[in-house]
Each structure stands twice: as C-alpha cells, then as structure tokens.
C-alpha cells in the first residue's frame, strides 16, 4: 500500500466521503477533504470546493496525485462538469482517480455511466466503484429513514426485488484499498453485502433489532415517482423510480465478493450494521 502523496476527497462530509477521508487518515495517508464550506474533518486538510464553481478547483487539486470523486449531487447530467474538472486534475499531475457509482448505472449508462466511460481514457490508474444500495439509507437523513421514524413505514415500487444492501464502512474500506493499493484496479467494481433481501425483509429485520414495528408498503412506478417529485426534480425523480423498477425486475438480486477481495474481511450483514448503530447511534 503506497502512503506517498496527498488524496483529495471530493464531498468529504457526504455518506462514503467522510469514511472514505476518514479511514485514510487513520491509514496514515495525507488527505485534502473538499467540501463546500471547506468543513474541518479529523486528520484531514479542509479545502473548499464546489463542483459549480471552477474557482475552487485549483487549490483543491494543488499537489494532489489521487482523487476520490462523489458526483454532484442530483446532476442528471454530471459529466458537462465533471470532465472539464478531471482533464484539469489529469494536467495538474494526479495519475489515479476512483468514481463513486451505483451498481444500477453501466460503463455508458445514464448520469454518471457517461463519466465512468471517460475515466480510462483520462487516468492511467483508476476504478470505478458501483456499491448497491447503502444500509445508511434506513437510519441517516434519507427518505426511508425519514418515513421510518415518522410513520414506521418504507415506501417503494421494488416489489419483492431483493438488493445486496451495502455498508458505507465497507464502501469506503474498498475505496482506500482502490485509491492507495500498489495497483489500482482499473476496471468498475459492483460492491454489495453478503446478503440479497427484499424490502419486507428490511422491515422485518428493523423490527426485530429496534422492538418498533416497520412495514414496507408496494407503491406503483407512477406513485413512487410522483412522490419522489415532491423533493427532486421530475427526470431525476423518474430515473429513481426507473431504478424501483428495475428491482422489481431482479436487475439487483445479486452479491460480490468485492468487499472480502480487496480488504480481506468480510462484508458487514444488514442486522450486524443495525445492531452496531443501536450501539453507537447513526
């Protein structure tokens, strides 16, 4: 593992970003945390960043040979801004980049699949990591997270489709080994729990390990997405419910080795993550 330069975490105080800056830093590893507000991050040096704002992107880049990329947030299309950022990363002298993804978007995919297809024409060292959906999802500020609380119910148009729910810990543990291993992996890594549940197994897990009553309720593609439009603009609002769909469908009934591979431990299960965070608090 080479602990030599600096690694700019872009979005480190977001779900991966934090950890990811985090668990560098414990690592020993020099790190360049970017966020907006320039927020100070333990181990790390704040810098300010916004995608939007090009002013921001030299000082965040100044020295720094390894980057870890979060989207802007909610962007349908990322790569008018991302691209421009990256060639300029790439001039600058950082030789690797890791992407975050989502296991539901392929190299050329809507959104952030038009980025991951660039990345190897613009990095000789690079992966891309393609993580399920986060098990943070159902106790951090999320919607399902939101409507747990509020009314004990998670609402999606999954149907009985199954997810490889991932632990964000996990993601970020496979981040640090993808940014700072001898060899990068160069190539899209799907990341995913040890287990493949539906969402009526969510809500039966939760209410086992937290004594409160959750159940899930079966919205249609319309209803989800219409709900969905109520706090995200309307195409992303449908890429999302699009997303649902494609659970129903099984397109995430799956599970990698990915987490064991590259960190040699296991991926953590849904009722472990839970029981930690009734431990620790979220």
Request: zero cysteines.
């Amino acid at each position: 593992m080479n602990t030599a330069g600096t690694t700019l975490v872009i979005g480190a105080t977001g779900t991966t970003g934090s950890r990811t800056a985090a668990q560098l830093a414990a690592a020993g590893h020099r790190v360049r945390a970017a966020s907006r507000r320039a927020t100070p991050v333990p181990g790390a040096e704040p810098v300010p960043f916004d995608w939007y704002d090009p002013t921001t992107h030299s000082a965040a880049l100044d020295g720094v040979d390894r980057v870890y990329l979060i989207p802007p947030l909610g962007d349908p299309d990322p790569a008018a801004t991302m691209l421009p950022f990256l060639r300029q990363a790439r001039t600058a002298g950082t030789h690797r980049a890791v992407l975050l993804s989502a296991s539901a978007i392929s190299e050329g995919g809507p959104a952030v699949g038009a980025v991951h297809q660039a990345l190897p024409q613009l990095f000789d060292q690079w992966a891309v990591l393609r993580p399920s959906w986060f098990m943070q999802n159902f106790t951090g500020t999320h919607a399902h997270s939101l409507s747990i609380r509020e009314n004990g119910t998670i609402w999606t148009a999954t149907g009985s489709g199954r997810v490889g729910f991932v632990d964000a810990e996990d993601i970020a543990a496979v981040a640090v080994r993808a940014l700072t291993d001898d060899h990068a992996p160069d190539t899209d890594l799907v990341v995913t729990g040890p287990e493949a549940l539906s969402y009526d197994d969510v809500a039966t897990i939760i209410t086992e390990v937290t004594g409160r009553p959750v159940a899930h309720r079966r919205l249609s593609y319309e209803q989800m997405r219409d709900r969905l439009t109520a706090v995200v603009p309307v195409q992303f609002a449908s890429m999302l419910a699009d997303m649902d769909r494609a659970i129903a469908d099984g397109a995430e009934e799956r599970t990698t080795d990915t987490v064991q591979r590259l960190t040699g431990r296991p991926a953590r299960t849904f009722r472990a993550f839970l029981e930690r965070e009734m431990r620790y608090g979220s």
